[in-house]
């Protein structure tokens, strides 16, 4: 069992990243996901989620408008688009899974990706 987060690279202000979280050994549809961030010296955070079917997502206010969870259960992925990002993205991105349905609490999820790094210069 095993999420792979990648995607994540350095990138100038007011650039543009997609961050990818594919899932091996489970089927990814029977848990909602998210995105948390961690940057230096600060606690994990909630990001983004998004329902098992996919029809219902969440954001932190800091990221609403600029990024997008979606999910592609076919391909067993789910992924973040991040536009327009700023310095204060600069953080390493996870992606979780937690069954049934998403939280905002990183506590209560089941599964953990390794983490991809995102860095943003200004």
């Known amino acids: 069992v095993q999420l792979q987060a990648c995607g994540g690279g350095v990138v100038q202000a007011g650039g543009s990243l997609r961050l990818s979280c594919a899932a091996s050994g489970f089927t990814l549809d029977d848990y909602g996901i998210a995105w948390f961030r961690q940057a230096p010296g600060k606690e994990r955070e909630f990001v983004a989620a998004i329902s098992r079917g996919g029809g219902s997502t969440y954001y932190a206010d800091s990221v609403k408008g600029q990024f997008t969870i979606s999910r592609d259960n076919a391909r067993n992925t789910v992924y973040l688009q991040m536009n327009s990002l700023k310095p204060e993205d600069t953080a390493v991105y996870y992606c979780?899974?937690?069954?049934?349905?998403?939280?905002?609490?990183?506590?209560?999820?089941?599964?953990w990706g390794q983490g991809t790094e995102v860095t943003v210069s200004s």
């Open positions: 979780a899974a937690r069954n049934p349905s998403y939280s905002t609490d990183p506590t209560s999820y089941n599964y």
